[in-house]
Nanobody
Framework: QVHVVESGGDLVQPGGSLRLSCAAS????????MGWYRQAPGKERELVAT???????KYADSVQGRFTISRDNTKNTVYLQMNSLKPEDTAVYYC?????????????WGQGTQVTVSS
């Protein structure tokens, strides 16, 4: 069994900052790519940022320069530092991880964490 759990969502004022964490645990041999996605009410889930096992990052245009994705491979954890938050960043943020275990490689998703940007 593999578990992916996000944390760190909260209510924050516009212009504020927040740091999300996502930890994978369980039957894990290795983790390749990890990423953050978000889904706002009435909208489709969209990519926010991804990071490879070697640290190569990719960002959505809407968050470039404001958000930073990073990971700690020793802890099987990925982070999302969010600065200069805007009301349009309000969404449920989901983490995923491409995990290899004895069953092969598969993508695992967390349950999501709510981020609300409002005054």
């Amino acid at each position: 069994q593999v578990h992916v759990v996000e944390s760190g969502g909260d209510l924050v004022q516009p212009g504020g900052s927040l740091r999300l964490s996502c930890a994978a645990s369980g039957m894990i041999i290795s983790i390749d790519g990890m990423g953050w996605y978000r889904q706002a009410p009435g909208k489709e889930r969209e990519l926010v940022a991804t990071i490879t096992s070697g640290g190569i990052t990719k960002y959505a245009d809407s968050v470039q320069g404001r958000f930073t994705i990073s990971r700690d491979n020793t802890k099987n954890t990925v982070y999302l530092q969010m600065n200069s938050l805007k009301p349009e960043d309000t969404a449920v943020y989901y983490c995923n991880a491409d995990i290899t275990n004895w069953s092969g490689i598969s993508r695992h998703w967390g349950q999501g964490t709510q981020v609300t940007v409002s005054s």
